[in-house]
């Protein structure tokens, strides 16, 4: 991931608590996530619908308000299956990811 | 090539083509990452190529495992709602479909248990690590068991995360694994091992294991799917 001037990188390893890690890579400018990329050894069924996660997450401002809501939002619109992940999980790795140099 | 049949096989079984399946396999040195994970992050690039480590992404989640000749992989592939796992849910996936090989490992005098969300575990530590899925109209399970896999080259060429040693209280990959031949004492093939995973299988859900060879239609997708998919480094090493 590479970022212009104007944006920032973070990244967050978070441990689900009795669960998974993620790993969240996101590209960040003024407070927006510009784009994201989550990784991590949990369990998402489908397989497929963790693009479109990341794709909703785009222009989503850094906020657990907004995070959650959007989160939950595709948890409930896709049917997606969290197995060592929840949708608190990913929006906690989210707010937890750290600039990087 | 084992990883598009690992594939192949739940597809036409979804599809009513093929029969339930039960495949044993192994691979010689390689690395297999979940589908979730970045092959950068979780790969120690440098010791790999020393090893002569290859690296090929699969179609489940979970995490990545080594395997070597010294390593049995086991996969389920049942057609949605069989009896055997009736709700459409990974948990269940998980624990039903390790009752096998935790039974056959036992019949073979390893204490083994389920342990969630994946392992079966020997006294902590791990000693199978499953995933799965449940697509294609199918419920598919596969598992890898350490038999007599080589330890030290397991250490070197996976990157465990800080974070995921330190809630586990332990100071390396190396020590969270074990293997068959060290639970037992002494050598032991994996074709025993298979044999007793069989029994275990049998047993388990009363049913009767036939040996076969793959139907030419899976050998067609898996080539399909080879081709396509898990020969590519795009499908492979990103992100």
């Known amino acids: 991931m590479i970022a212009t001037k104007s944006e920032r990188l973070r990244s967050a390893d978070y441990k689900a608590p009795g669960g998974k890690l993620v790993r969240v890579r996101l590209k960040e400018e003024q407070g927006l996530i510009r784009s ?17 996660l990341e ?20 948890f409930r619109g896709t049917g997606a299956q969290g197995l060592g992940v929840s949708s608190d999980d990913f929006v906690k790795a989210i707010l937890s990811a750290k600039e990087t140099i | 090539m084992n990883l598009a049949v690992e594939e192949a ?38 010791a790999c190529t020393e090893t002569g480590t290859e690296i090929v992404r699969r179609f489940t989640g979970g995490g990545a495992v080594y395997h070597d000749s010294g390593n049995l992989n086991y996969a ?14 990974l948990q269940s996936v998980f624990r039903r479909l390790s009752e096998g090989a935790v039974e056959g490992l036992r019949k073979l005098g390893v204490k083994a248990k389920f ?11 791990k000693v199978s690590g499953a995933a799965g899925s449940i697509r294609w109209n199918a419920v598919f399970h596969h598992g890898c068991i350490l038999v007599g896999s080589d330890l030290s080259i397991l250490g070197k060429v996976l990157n465990v995360p800080r974070a995921k040693l330190e809630d586990r209280h332990i100071a390396s990959v190396q020590k969270r694994v074990t293997t068959v031949r060290d639970e037992l004492g002494h050598d032991v093939s994996t074709r025993e091992v298979r044999d007793a995973i069989v029994g275990g299988i049998e047993s388990c859900y009363g049913v009767r294991v ?26 492979n090493l990103e992100p």
């Open chain 1, 55 to 74: 794709k909703m997450l785009e222009d989503a401002p850094l906020r657990e308000a907004e995070l959650r809501l959007l989160v939950d939002r595709f």
């Open chain 2, 210 to 235: 036939e040996s076969g060879v793959l139907m030419n239609e899976e050998v067609v997708l898996a080539e399909e799917l080879y081709q396509t998919k898990y020969s590519r480094l795009e499908w």
């Open chain 2, 76 to 89: 389920i592939s049942l057609p949605k709602g069989h009896r055997l796992v009736p709700v459409g849910n």
């Open chain 1, 36 to 52: 994201i990329k989550i990784t991590g050894d949990f369990f998402l069924v489908p397989e497929e619908s963790l693009g479109k």
């Open chain 2, 9 to 46: 096989i739940p597809r036409m079984v979804g599809e009513g083509k093929s029969p339930s399946t039960v495949r044993f396999w192994h691979n010689s040195n390689t690395i297999v990452i979940g589908c979730f994970q970045s092959a950068k992050l979780e790969v120690n690039m440098d």
């Open chain 2, 115 to 125: 342990e969630p969300i994946n392992d079966i575990q020997v006294d902590g530590k």
